[in-house]
């Protein structure tokens, strides 16, 4: 293999060597099995093709200082990927599946971890879908769980350095009594064209409002929102926010510096009273956000000075990039070594 040019990955695929695979018929889950196939051969008529049958998750694992390969907050990850699974009727995956499948695909492609250092890391993709034929809208009876995993760099080209969001109302991400709440690939189809038009216009990505009212902020494109003021970390709270694993530890972070969290409905007039805020989530930790234009009225938020991130956000930031390095102590058990 060609020596990877690790400063310099972006956030997106990668070829590895080996992916995991595991097949749910007859009402249970098969042997795990290894690949070294990056395809996937599946019924025309699989569920997940026609009648969005999906769920994904998206976690990491880190090159630490002292050599060893910490996986951060993994039980959450599989946690939440059932409760994908039971909001559109697929198969659960058990905890021990899960488990192996994830250490299996991090050990089988440990050179693709990126060196301590680097600011990258190994993307972790947990795939579940129905791959039973159905024509009528029914769950399939068959299911495909699947790990791959490649290195990767931050998720807005940016980095830490803060970024420009605009507030969109002629689209919605997810419907109020939706599946907002559920990592599902129909939301994020859902977003596909107002992300695409507000990358076009130059912001790196929307801000969806409750779908409800249009009062309240929702999420920060595929990541969670939260904004500082003073001493407290407010983030929004509704049924159609995605619950961020990145978000949560970053309110138990704040906690820890002595802040006030709070977790309620942030009307969109409050974003004038907010000193920092940003977008978080896995694949960026935090994004910090410069400025929100609303692209109805034009008006525009700004909190940043000298294009700088805030100073509580890169201190939360640090923070937890200091765990997930082991450069920090696991206090809150997040961390599982890689032996
Ligand atoms: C995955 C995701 C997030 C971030 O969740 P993390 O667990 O922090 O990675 C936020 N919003 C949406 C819509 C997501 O799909």
Redesign the pocket.
């Known amino acids: 293999m060609n020596q990877i040019d690790w400063k310099n990955l972006p956030f997106g695929y990668f070829k590895t060597d080996y992916n995991v695979r595991c097949y749910y018929h007859d009402g249970q889950w098969g042997e795990l099995e290894i690949s070294s196939s990056e395809l996937i051969s599946m019924h025309m008529a699989a569920t997940c093709l026609h009648y969005g049958q999906e769920a994904f998750e ?2 990491k694992a880190f090159r630490g200082k002292d050599g060893k390969i910490r996986i951060f907050r993994m039980d ?2 599989w946690k ?1 990927m059932n409760n994908s699974a039971r909001g559109i009727m697929m198969a659960e995956v058990p905890w021990e599946l899960f488990h192996k499948a994830v250490l299996t695909v991090v050990k089988l492609n440990e050179k693709y971890i990126p060196p301590y250092g680097e600011g990258a890391s190994l993307y972790i993709r947990p795939l579940l879908i129905g791959t039973g034929p159905q024509v009528g809208v029914k769950p399939a009876e068959e299911y495909m769980f699947l790990v791959f995993a490649g290195p990767v760099g931050p998720y807005f080209k940016e980095g830490f350095n803060p970024v420009k969001m605009e507030i969109v109302r002629d689209y919605h ?1 997810a419907a109020p009594k939706g599946t ?1 709440h559920i ?1 599902v690939g129909g ?2 189809a859902a977003s596909l064209v107002p992300a695409h038009r507000a990358h076009q216009d130059g912001y790196a990505s929307v801000l969806f409002l409750d779908a409800a009212e249009e009062k309240y902020i929702d ?1 920060a494109g ?3 929102f939260f904004g500082i003021k003073g001493n407290t970390y407010v983030t929004p709270s509704s049924r159609s ?7 949560k530890s970053l309110q138990e972070l704040a906690k820890e510096i002595g802040m006030k969290v709070e977790v309620r409905p942030v009307p969109v007039e409050e974003l004038a009273e907010f000193d920092e805020v940003g977008a ?4 960026a930790v935090i994004s910090p956000i410069c400025s929100i234009i609303d692209r109805d009225t034009t008006h525009g938020y700004h909190y940043c000075k000298e294009s700088k991130a805030g100073e509580i956000s890169t201190r939360l930031y640090k923070k937890l990039r200091a765990i997930q390095e082991g450069e920090e102590p696991d206090k809150y058990g997040w961390i599982t070594i890689v032996e």
């Open positions: 998206g976690l959450e990850n939440r991400r907002g990592k939301n994020y999420e595929p990541a969670n926010i995605l619950p961020s694993i990145t978000n978080c989530g896995t694949a």
